[in-house]
């Protein structure tokens, strides 16, 4: 026999001291996660099975066994389904890279590693057999292979594999249980963990004994009358098929009949999934095919803006041996995704006029994701428009599109927005104040999608989308609330001949660094901005594009000034006697600060050192 003793990847171990030692409260959850692991390796066999029978061929009766050593102090977890090779073992249970350790880890140790939702939520479920092992001890052998290995670790930072024997496809766990985990050693405890935890998984779950004893009811929990199911049933099926420790916040369990039949029971978690931005945005709902599990890799069961939910859906109307390249191209599918699209759209309709506060937390959660949908799903962007929610300038609550168009101004023909990629920083922008004193309500645009969804819907309810930051934001046709008159700070303003007359001097100096200056109104207490051009990109997604490595237009912005400002108006006096150096160095430090308020950088940052020192001195003499 060889023995090849391998070190678990880095940092494997100290996430295995934080599992070990410090993490759980409720240390029973670990019969959980192994059984779990274990249904889903059988569902797996089950699924090569319909299309390679050998696989299974002499053991196709899938079942978890339970078996306690009392003498020995060992409790076994045995499955017969789809097992791995020594390459699995090494990538499955030597790291935890795909589940994010360093994440984990840094999660862990802000939690004060008491957070029970950190394993389910980082993949990491069969090292929490650790916390009440001081071996593990895993049996292996891959379905259509002869070969089987052994796993062997004390969980402090090496494993070893070796050659084993195995009669059969599947997996052995067995666990060494440290002295005072003895409670797991007693079959009462053994039967209520099961009861409690993993009743709803198909696959039957026996105890090993003088007599075998099946724990769980082994049906398939979708298949049953939701009237029959209890709310604690949904919670811990959830758990199981999202792998995850927190709450559902929402449960869809129905069965559609008519041309095309299934059911579904889908979960919206109650926390962000580890891998909902990864650039894959790969959903996670298992088909199945008359209770035979098919897939869990599936993206046309559902639109990818709706990968967060979780859930299993079967129909009996797709063929046992469908191939995931059939998939791709079945109707019967794509008329289950319109179906199952629609109904958890509609439910979220329901949640958002019924449950304002418990609606603000999913789009907290997962709103970003699903402006994806007004973008990708022409279908039901109407949907996806009204279910969306904003920050914006009227208060901290999130708003809808409807209840912007409700309260906009006399003379207000456009949706105002902001974008940016930090929510603080967008309320301190000087191109809101014009906005602000006139009580205009613009809305806060902070994920990177809103700059590709807002110019493919274009307008709402007939009112265009309008960027504050670009040269078409015009605000001279709304007025302030009660005064109608004209803005009283107008009558502060520089001559504006005056004021033209130094914007014409800003831009001699400024040369191709602009691509014009002139005077603005969305201006109140700063003394510059600087806007993109109406026909030109968005200065956001300027910026966004270039930090992802694209070749992107330089267009130079436009300067505007505001003519009420005391610094503007001390300028304009300047330029009476025409350029001067003190005219030069003002031009390049206000659009060198302008560039500074909207998160850019200052192109000669010499140069502005240099100005600055200057206009100090001159200030302090």
Not at 129 to 138: H, I, L, P, T
């Given at each position: 026999m060889t023995e090849e003793k391998l070190s678990f990847q880095a940092e494997v171990s100290k996430l295995l001291h934080i599992v070990t030692h410090s993490l759980y409260s409720n240390k029973e959850i670990f019969l959980r996660e192994l059984i779990s692991n274990a249904s889903d390796a059988c569902d797996k066999l089950r699924y090569e099975s319909q299309t390679d029978s050998s696989l299974s061929e002499g053991d196709s009766n899938f079942r978890i066994t339970l078996k306690v050593d009392k003498d020995a102090k060992t409790l076994t977890i045995a499955d017969n389904g789809i097992g791995m090779n020594h390459d699995d073992l090494i990538n499955n249970l030597g790291t935890i890279a795909k589940s994010g350790t360093e994440a984990f880890i840094k999660a862990a140790e802000e939690s004060g590693k008491t957070d029970v939702n950190l394993i389910g939520q980082f993949g990491v479920g069969f090292y929490s057999?650790?916390?009440?092992?001081?071996?593990?001890?895993?049996?292996?052998?891959?379905?259509?292979?002869?070969?089987?290995?052994?796993?062997?670790?004390?969980?402090?930072?090496?494993?070893?594999?070796?050659?084993?024997?195995?009669?059969?496809?599947?997996?052995?766990i067995v666990m060494h249980l440290r002295e005072d985990q003895g409670e797991y050693l007693e079959d009462m405890r053994l039967r209520n963990i099961v009861t409690t935890y993993s009743d709803h998984i198909d696959i039957p779950i026996v105890l090993l004994g003088e007599e075998e004893e099946t724990l769980n009811s082994a049906s398939a929990i979708w298949t049953r009358a939701a009237k029959d199911i209890s709310e604690e049933q949904y919670k811990e099926f959830y758990h199981h098929v999202a792998h995850a420790f927190d709450e559902p916040w929402l449960t869809l369990h129905n069965k559609v009949e008519g041309v095309i039949e299934y059911t579904n029971l889908l979960f919206i978690p109650g926390s962000r999934p580890l891998d909902l931005f990864t650039p894959e945005r790969k959903n996670h709902l298992k088909l199945y095919v008359n209770r035979v599990f098919i897939t869990d890799d599936c993206d046309e069961v559902i639109p990818q803006y709706l990968r967060f939910v979780r859930g299993v859906v079967d129909s009996g109307d797709l063929p046992l041996n469908v191939s995931r390249e059939m998939l791709q191209h079945n109707p019967v599918l794509a008329k289950i995704k319109a179906g199952l699209t629609k109904k958890i759209l509609s439910e979220l309709k329901k949640k958002a006029e019924k449950d304002t506060e418990g609606y603000s937390t999913f789009w907290d959660t997962f709103g970003a994701v699903m402006k994806e949908g007004i973008y990708e799903d022409f279908a039901h962007r109407k949907e996806c428009l009204s279910l969306a929610r904003f920050k914006s300038t009227h208060g901290d609550e999130w708003v809808s599109l409807a209840e912007y168009v409700e309260r906009m101004k006399d003379g207000q023909d456009q949706i105002y927005y902001i974008s940016g990629e930090d929510l603080d920083s967008l309320?301190?922008?000087?191109?809101?104040?014009?906005?602000?004193?006139?009580?205009?309500?613009?809305?806060?645009?902070?994920?990177?999608?809103?700059?590709?969804?807002?110019?493919?819907?274009?307008?709402?309810?007939?009112?265009?989308?309008?960027?504050?930051?670009?040269?078409?934001?015009?605000?001279?046709?709304?007025?302030?609330?009660?005064?109608?008159?004209?803005?009283?700070?107008?009558?502060?303003?520089?001559?504006?001949?005056?004021?033209?007359?130094?914007?014409?001097?800003?831009?001699?100096?400024?040369?191709?660094?602009?691509?014009?200056?002139?005077?603005?109104?969305?201006?109140?207490?700063?003394?510059?901005?600087?806007?993109?051009?109406?026909?030109?990109?968005?200065?956001?997604?300027?910026?966004?594009?270039?930090?992802?490595?694209?070749?992107?237009?330089?267009?130079?912005?436009?300067?505007?000034?505001?003519?009420?400002?005391?610094?503007?108006?001390?300028?304009?006096?300047?330029?009476?006697?025409?350029?001067?150096?003190?005219?030069?160095?003002?031009?390049?430090?206000?659009?060198?600060?302008?560039?500074?308020?909207?998160?850019?950088?200052?192109?000669?940052?010499?140069?502005?050192?240099?100005?600055?020192?200057?206009?100090?001195?001159?200030?302090?003499?």
């Open positions: 057999s650790f916390m009440v092992a001081e071996k593990v001890v895993v049996t292996t052998r891959k379905a259509g292979e002869d070969k089987a290995w052994a796993w062997e670790s004390n969980g402090e930072g090496e494993y070893t594999i070796t050659d084993a024997e195995r009669d059969s496809h599947g997996t052995t309320k301190r922008s000087p191109q809101l104040e014009g906005f602000k004193a006139k009580g205009v309500e613009v809305l806060f645009m902070t994920d990177p999608i809103d700059e590709f969804w807002i110019p493919a819907v274009s307008q709402f309810e007939e009112k265009s989308f309008q960027s504050i930051t670009k040269g078409g934001a015009d605000l001279s046709k709304i007025k302030k609330d009660g005064d109608d008159a004209e803005d009283d700070k107008k009558e502060d303003a520089a001559d504006k001949d005056a004021i033209d007359r130094l914007c014409a001097a800003f831009k001699v100096v400024l040369g191709d660094e602009v691509q014009e200056v002139r005077s603005t109104d969305r201006l109140t207490d700063s003394a510059v901005c600087i806007v993109a051009s109406e026909s030109a990109m968005d200065r956001n997604l300027q910026r966004m594009l270039k930090q992802h490595g694209q070749d992107v237009p330089n267009e130079a912005p436009i300067l505007e000034l505001n003519p009420t400002h005391s610094l503007i108006k001390k300028l304009v006096d300047l330029s009476v006697d025409g350029t001067s150096q003190t005219l030069d160095d003002a031009a390049h430090l206000l659009l060198d600060q302008a560039r500074i308020i909207e998160g850019e950088t200052v192109p000669d940052m010499t140069a502005f050192a240099k100005r600055l020192t200057s206009a100090m001195e001159k200030g302090l003499v």
